[in-house]
C-alpha cells in the first residue's frame, strides 16, 4: 500500500465549495482500481490549505489507471476550479507505524 | 482528534539512523497523554524528505501536555541529530472522509 499526497492551496473564499466537490470527488476515486482509502485535511494554521490522502494498493493505481481515467477528468472538473494553483503530489510509504489498541479501536469504531 | 504533520527533512545518509531512532522515539509519542497513533512515511519522490503524522485528542494534548514533556525532549535527542533543519510543524482536520469496506478491513486487519 501506498498513499498519495497532494498538498492542495484553495483561493481564498472558495473553502466550503471545495470542501462540497471534494465530497463528491471521493466517490470517484473510492470507485477506482486499488483506492482504499480517501481522506481530506484541513490545516488548522493554514485555512485554506488542504492535504488529501488517497491510499491505493500500488502506486501504478494511482499513476496509470487512475491519471488516464475518465474518474480523474471528473475529479478536476469538480475540484480544479477552486485551486489556487496545481497541487503539489508526492508518494509516501510507511516506514514506521504504531497505535494504542484501546485508542485506536475507539477510532476505527468511529469512521 | 486532530492529527499532528511534521514535514521532516533528513541530512543526506542519515535515512536509516533515522529510521531506527524514530522507531524508538515512536514509544515515546504512544505513551503520552491523548496520542492515538503514530506513523513515519518516506516520500519515494525525496527520499530524504519524511513526514511524520501524529494522532493526538486535542491539540492540546500534543502543543501543552507533550511539547512540556520529558518525551518531547527524548524525541528530540533521538531524532534531532538527524534532522536538516527544524521540522515543519502543521495540525489537520478530516472534513471528508471514505474508504472501501473489504479494502478497508483488510487495512485495518494488517496494521
Redesign the interface.
Known sequence: ???E?AEIDIKPGHEQAF?EA??LA??LF?ASKG????????????PS???MFV?W?T?EDHMIEFRNSDAFVEWRKLCGPHFQNPPRV???????????EV??AD??A??
Open positions: 500500500m501506498i498513499k499526497l470542501e471534494a465530497a471521493k466517490d473510492l483506492c482504499i482509502a480517501f481522506r481530506l485535511h484541513r490545516s488548522m494554521e493554514q490549505r488542504y492535504r491510499e494498493e502506486i508526492e508518494h509516501l510509504v510507511i516506514v514506521v507505524e504504531g497505535h494504542n485508542a485506536r477510532s476505527v468511529a469512521e
